[in-house]
């Protein structure tokens, strides 16, 4: 059984960086037909797409994020990370990270998904 | 403002048929691209009940039905029961935009 468990600070201050881990377990960052994404839902709000890292190291970003996010892996430990810099209170929500899969890329599904983790952008 | 239109909320006594519909665009559904559906308990995350227009994952009822048809979608739940009330979603690539989008979100109330 595939489970995804997210990790890292619920609290971060505004302007710096929010840094999350996904811990994979059941199967392998290294496969050769998923993509693991992050995925972040505002409290009482709907969900959004944050982009993805695929086994060779590609990246995928929103575009409305592209230029404060980073998304890495560590191989070694089966984990994928998701780096957000200069964040405001608009970037509180939970923060997801998914398993990405489909015959094509652009029809991925994403199962199955972490818990989830709240990140609270306050001073 | 989602790139895929739900309506808020639907309502139906137990033992009844629900449908939500998912409204797109040519760039999205219109575009070919694959749907699907997403049931969220409160306090819990998505879980995937329906992909690729009607295919249903391992341990989803068979009374939850999807399709497709234009720039729509919806899908359906017959014999609603009391656990089928929740918050769900669709979701879709969208071609013009580059991203998966997800549609605002559908409350279920099981009268």
């Known amino acids: 059984q595939v489970q995804l468990q997210e990790s890292g600070p619920g609290l971060v201050k505004p302007s710096e960086t929010l840094s999350l881990t996904c811990t994979v377990s059941?199967?392998?960052?290294?496969?050769?037909?998923?993509?693991w994404s992050w995925i972040r839902q505002p409290p009482g709000r709907g969900l959004e797409w944050i982009g993805y890292i695929f086994h060779t190291g590609r990246t995928k970003i929103n575009p409305s994020l592209e230029s404060r996010v980073t998304i890495s892996a560590d191989r070694s430990k089966n984990q994928f990370s998701l780096k957000l810099n200069s964040v405001t209170a608009a970037d509180t929500a939970v923060y997801y990270c998914a398993r990405g899969h489909g015959d094509y890329v652009r029809d991925n599904r994403f199962d199955p998904w972490g818990q989830g983790t709240l990140v609270i952008v306050s001073s | 403002q989602s790139a895929l239109t739900q309506p808020p909320s639907v309502s139906g006594a137990p033992g009844q048929r629900v449908t939500i519909s998912c409204t797109g665009t040519?760039?999205?559904?219109?575009?070919?691209?694959?749907v699907h559906w997403y049931q969220q308990l409160p306090g819990t995350a998505p879980k995937l009940v329906m992909f690729d227009r009607n295919s249903r994952p391992s341990g989803v009822p068979d009374r939850f039905f999807g399709s497709k048809s234009g720039t729509s979608a919806s899908l359906a739940i017959t014999g609603l029961q009391a656990e089928d009330e929740a918050d769900y979603y669709c979701?879709?690539?969208?071609?013009?935009?580059?991203?998966?989008?997800f549609g605002g979100g559908t409350k279920l109330t099981v009268l």
């Open positions: 979701q879709s690539y969208d071609t013009s935009l580059g991203v998966w989008v």
């Open positions: 059941g199967d392998s960052v290294r496969n050769y037909v998923d993509y």
């Open positions: 040519s760039s999205n559904i219109g575009a070919g691209n694959a």
